[in-house]
């Protein structure tokens, strides 16, 4: 149980073009999802979180403007690479919570974004 | 100082071996712990949560030592198949922070 279903798992695209990255939880309710970006060889770096009903908080250093992110109901969660540019290509994941309590928290499976 | 921070490796260990993962946290207000594994290009995936106890699952055993504000992984008889990035998840108050991961490679 507890499955997040991201989408897609891999996009390429000219620098300019924007580019939305789907999570849906399929048996649960996701109040919460967390977004994460991860550079080759570097650790998860937490972007934004979002909350069902209400704007999102984003990290120090993370614009706004340019990652736009979606929380529209309690499955789904989406960010939006808006005007990709080279330096945006990089590994977004997804993640929620499992459930209350110390379960941990289950990922998507990931969206590998190139831009070229 | 970062809000975790744990040893990259790379580990290279031959099968059958015992290896341990440490990881540090800074903050003492933290309060839920988690070894995750990713594989390369992969989504982490959940290896087990980390209680105050200690807790084992099979080949695993985790750590917590709340005192030096640390967190440990112990993989005994190790498997071709464990070779992976471990990382370490801390959680305090409403964020997540993750280690580097520490890279495993189990040698034949």
């Known amino acids: 149980g507890a499955v997040v279903s991201q989408h897609p798992s891999w996009v390429i695209c000219k620098s300019g073009t924007s580019v939305k990255i789907e999570c849906r939880s399929l048996d649960f309710q996701a109040t919460t999802m967390f977004w994460y970006r991860q550079f080759p060889k570097q650790s998860l770096m937490l972007m934004a979180t979002s909350n069902e009903g209400s704007k999102a908080t984003y990290e120090q250093g993370v614009e706004k403007d340019k990652f736009l992110i979606n929380h529209a109901s309690l499955t789904l969660s989406t960010l939006t690479v808006t005007s990709a540019h080279p330096e945006d290509s990089s590994f977004y994941i997804c993640s929620a919570p499992k459930g209350a309590g110390n379960y941990g928290y289950t990922f998507g499976s990931g969206t590998r974004l190139t831009v070229v | 100082r970062k809000e975790v921070e744990q040893d990259p490796g790379p580990f290279n260990v031959p099968e059958g071996a015992t290896v341990a993962f440490n990881c540090t946290y800074s903050?003492?207000?933290?309060?839920?712990f988690f070894w995750y594994r990713q594989d390369c290009r992969k989504e982490p995936k959940l290896l087990m949560s980390?209680?105050?106890s200690g807790n084992e699952d099979g080949r695993f055993t985790a750590q917590l030592n709340r005192a030096s504000q640390y967190i440990s992984l112990l993989i005994r008889d190790s498997k071709l198949s464990d070779s992976a990035t471990y990382l370490c998840?801390?959680?305090?108050?409403?964020?997540?922070?993750f280690g580097t991961g520490t890279s495993l490679t189990v040698i034949p």
């Open positions: 980390v209680y105050s």
């Open positions: 998840v801390v959680n305090t108050g409403n964020q997540f922070y």
């Open positions: 903050n003492s207000a933290s309060q839920s």
